[in-house]
């Protein structure tokens, strides 16, 4: 166990380089100026140009771009965005805001989706059953952006249940509905996953053998069928939830929440490579750790499987 | 010139009146002055580009909070008038070369410190001392001594070269002469030298601002205006208050702002739907469709002009673009009328004059390259020898122009005959970048709103050999001759005249294509029961009463 984990920690370094590097360059070589459209309809002062050519360094070829980053952001320095603000401070406050909209989304994902799918896997083809089929395959069809749109429209600015956009203090009570949204789809998926796995899982042996034997159905279905149902869900959840984060550049713009899809999305537009790394650097060891922790738990819920 | 953004019932009369399609709701009442004494409202903005130092400052989520920190010598009134003296107590001339500037004694900055000439000259000096490459640096040319201070790059930005070291830091035209005078002196006579001073360029800055670095200073700006800067947080909020000190015309009713910094257009008009919102200075593009934005704001929506027109400028360096009747010819072809109706629903009016007729000194009407007129349209491309090959019409993809582009490519090809279609570049910056480098193979949208009011602003930087934004790189001796005579005309009167006399010549030359005249769509909460959009359909903070 211990050494697979420390090779799996020694296997995210060449990873991590790889992966920023990629970026790093993939960003610079956006085509454009990053100058060119910053003074609106006349052309910058060559003067302002060369200022800020020196002072980030864009004369230099992307591997000097690169290996200064680097060197910078080991020692903890994430660097400047062009418009001279501190990329840590930037990190430092919307990495929580997007977390907590990503645990939000997934609490509701858990929730409705295992739900869901543990009714329907245990009764099939019942009323309930295609009432959910439906309704999954609904929310799957609908991309992010209508979902948004339309609850925020509908709650928000029709019935006035909400507020249509998420204050700056992002009490947990407005996130629930940007939490529905962009959990919307997942949660038709891991509806459907678990169905299909709790179904599959009822007629095992074990099962069989647990009912033959008497116990409750309260523990059958809690404590053996559910824990050997769960692998496929715990992969999802736990990929997603990277996912989540990265990809919540939709749903932060409808809801106005100041989190970092905004910052990439704005970064890659202006050519910010240092934003862009800065943010996904972050990401990058989010996702790994997390399909690492999702690797250690499926040892948990299933003890044939073992780490060498 | 330009009517009041809230008189409804004088607008039949106005000149300008057609441009403004249906009256605004507010001002039903005068505000209830209890409510707006403490009262605070929450309006929309967007994240600053830069630390906020008024010389650096050329976008508008910016410019928009700089305008309310700082007052300037000279204000603009919001009917779009002629400016007026706002900080300064005279500003006196002989011969429009030699000004002296005298200040109002005892107004303050923030940090209640004085404001006093020096602040006005030391401010001055920094934009224009090149090496601190400030983005406005080129608005202090005027002055005596500008090219000392401020050297170009020899061969662009791009090149290897260096700019060499300017051989002074101070402008030798600024000279401060006691505590509330400074006198000016011109490199050439100008008369729109006094219009240009409310422009946030000339802005005057507190000493504390010498002693720290510019990004420091920007991020928690002080100013000497009606609205003090509380805090910044980046991305969510810019919150401001009334400046109690205050002692000039302007005074706030109100006391809090909170400059709510949005990135989607569509949420902040949600929230505003919602009452949520107090002000939005723009509804999105997507409400106008159908004329959604009137019946979801009802009387809270606002109708109104601003001096900002967009143009099809054709990159005359292209030898297939350097026959005037061509360029005439594909003006001609163009139906404004019909972009203006199905388009925009109205919401944009019909361009037919080269300076936008809300600027003082311009003459409506004075475009005849902006008729609809296919027959003649066709005729001149017949003498011009007709178009060979494809003409593409670029646009940026990034912003919504893609619908009126394809209309007018559209409209050229069936009155004209040519093979013409609209290409999208997908972002501002590439397409400003090609701009810039003169690469682009066919016209291009372009849109220019005034930095200060005065038709001389839509002729010089555009129209002119080496103007700023005279990309296209236009040239015609006649009106360089014409242009640089009214400029340094003795009174405004004259120069205004003598810049008549240059449109006529750019008229009959077309060097790009006025289409239409930007309408703006704002709205406000249920909260305001009385504001005013200042002459560039800016909120004036200082009007809103609750």
Redesign the interface.
């Known amino acids: 166990m211990g050494r697979y984990l420390l090779r799996r920690l020694l296997q995210l370094v060449p990873v991590f380089i790889g992966s920023t590097f990629l970026i790093y360059w993939l960003v610079w070589s956006v085509p454009g100026d990053p100058f060119a459209g910053k003074c609106g309809e006349r052309r910058c002062p060559d003067q302002y140009v060369a200022y800020m050519t020196e002072k980030y360094h864009l004369d230099q070829n992307v591997f000097v771009q690169y290996g200064n980053y680097m060197k910078n952001l080991l020692q903890g320095d994430f660097g400047q965005t062009f418009s001279q603000r501190d990329i840590g401070d930037i990190i430092a406050t919307a990495y929580p805001n997007t977390l907590k909209l990503a645990l939000v989304a997934l609490a509701i994902e858990a929730v409705i989706g295992l739900g869901a799918g543990i009714l329907t896997g245990l009764r099939r083809n019942g009323f309930l059953d295609n009432l959910v089929l439906v309704s999954t395959l609904f929310l799957l069809a609908l991309p992010v952006f209508v979902v948004g749109f339309v609850l925020q429209w509908l709650l928000g600015v029709q019935w006035g249940i909400v507020k249509p956009t998420v204050s700056s203090e992002m009490r947990f009570s407005e996130l629930i509905v940007p939490g529905f949204v962009l959990g919307s789809a997942s949660v038709a998926y891991i509806a459907r996953v678990a169905r299909t796995s709790i179904a599959e899982n009822r007629r095992a042996d074990y099962v069989r053998t647990a009912i033959a034997k008497g116990l409750p159905m309260r523990r059958v279905v809690g404590v053996h069928l559910l824990r050997n149902s769960l692998i496929p869900v715990v992969t999802l959840l736990g990929t997603d939830l990277g996912a989540l984060m990265g990809g919540a550049i939709v749903t932060e713009g409808i809801f106005g929440i100041n989190g970092i899809g905004r910052e990439v999305y704005r970064a890659i537009v202006t050519k910010e490579s240092a934003t862009v790394v800065g943010i996904v650097v972050v990401l990058v060891v989010v996702y790994l750790l997390m399909n690492l922790l999702v690797d250690l738990l499926y040892a948990a819920l299933d003890p044939r499987i073992r780490y060498e | 010139m330009r009517v009041s953004k809230r008189a409804t019932s004088a607008i039949a009369l106005s000149a300008a009146a057609a441009l403004v399609a249906s009256g605004c709701s507010s001002g039903d009442g005068d505000g209830d002055a209890a409510a707006s004494k403490d009262g605070a409202i929450v309006i929309h903005g967007v994240q600053?580009?830069?630390?906020l130092v008024p010389s650096n400052t050329?976008?508008t989520g910016g410019g928009k909070v700089i305008d309310w920190l700082f007052t300037g010598l000279v204000e603009y009134p919001n009917d779009g008038g002629a400016p007026r003296n706002a900080l300064a107590e005279s500003i006196d001339t002989k011969d429009s070369k030699v000004f002296t500037i005298k200040i109002k004694k005892g107004t303050k900055f923030h940090d209640g410190t004085e404001v006093k000439a020096k602040n006005f000259v030391d401010a001055w000096n920094w934009a224009a001392y090149?090496?601190?490459?400030?983005?406005n640096?080129?608005f202090f040319a005027d002055i005596a001594g500008f090219d000392k201070t401020?050297?170009?790059?020899p061969d662009?930005?791009d090149g290897p070269q260096?700019?060499p070291m300017p051989t002074a830091k101070e402008l030798s035209g600024l000279k401060v002469i006691d505590e509330q005078t400074f006198e000016v002196t011109l490199a050439a006579p100008t008369a729109v030298f006094p219009t240009k001073l409310g422009y946030s360029a000339f802005m005057p800055l507190p000493d504390a601002f010498f002693t720290m670095k510019p990004?420091e200073f920007?991020k928690k700006p002080i100013g000497n205006g009606p609205v003090k800067f509380v805090s910044w947080?980046?991305?969510?909020?810019i919150k401001l208050t009334r400046f109690d000190d205050y002692s000039l015309r302007d005074k706030m009713k109100i006391k809090d702002v909170d400059v709510?910094l949005?990135?989607?257009e569509?949420?902040?008009y949600?929230?505003l739907?919602?009452n949520?919102l107090d002000f939005m200075e723009v509804v999105p593009t997507s409400a106008l469709a159908g004329d959604k934005w009137k019946t979801d704001l009802g009387d809270r929506g606002l109708n109104t002009v601003t001096p900002s027109t967009a143009l099809i400028a054709f990159p005359i360096y292209d030898k297939r673009f350097q026959n005037p009747k061509l360029r005439r010819a594909v003006s001609l072809s163009i139906n404004r009328q019909e972009i203006s109706d199905k388009i925009f629903f109205g919401t944009r009016k019909p361009a037919d004059s080269w300076a936008n007729p809300l600027t003082p000194g311009a003459k409506p009407g004075n475009c005849t390259a902006c008729k609809f007129d296919p027959t003649t349209a066709k005729q001149l491309l017949t003498e011009a020898g007709g178009f060979t090959g494809e003409m593409v019409f670029y646009y940026n993809s990034?912003s919504s122009h893609k619908d009126w582009m394809d209309a007018v490519a559209q409209q050229v090809k069936t009155n004209l005959g040519i093979e013409a279609r609209a290409e999208g570049i997908?972002?501002?910056?590439?397409?400003?970048?090609n701009?810039?480098a003169h690469k682009m193979t066919g016209p291009y949208r372009?849109?220019?709103q005034q930095d200060y009011p005065d038709v001389e602003n839509w002729v010089n930087?555009l129209y002119v050999k080496g103007g700023?934004?005279n990309?296209g790189l236009y040239s015609n001796p006649e009106v360089d001759t014409l242009a640089k005579q009214a400029s340094s005309a003795p009174s405004l009167e004259a120069s205004h005249e003598a810049f008549a006399k240059a449109i006529e010549k750019v008229d009959q030359d077309v060097p790009s294509i006025p289409i239409y005249f930007y309408g703006q769509q704002s709205g406000h909460s249920e909260k305001i029961k009385k504001l005013e959009l200042n002459n560039v359909g800016e909120l004036d903070i200082t009007s809103v009463e609750l």
């Open positions: 600053p580009e830069n630390p050329t976008e090149s090496p601190n490459g400030a983005q640096g080129s401020y050297t170009e790059d662009g930005a260096k700019a990004e920007g947080q980046d991305n969510v909020l709510k949005y990135q989607d569509t949420a902040a949600a929230d739907l919602a949520n990034d997908p972002t501002f910056a590439v397409f400003r970048q701009i810039n372009a849109a220019w930087p700023s934004s990309d």
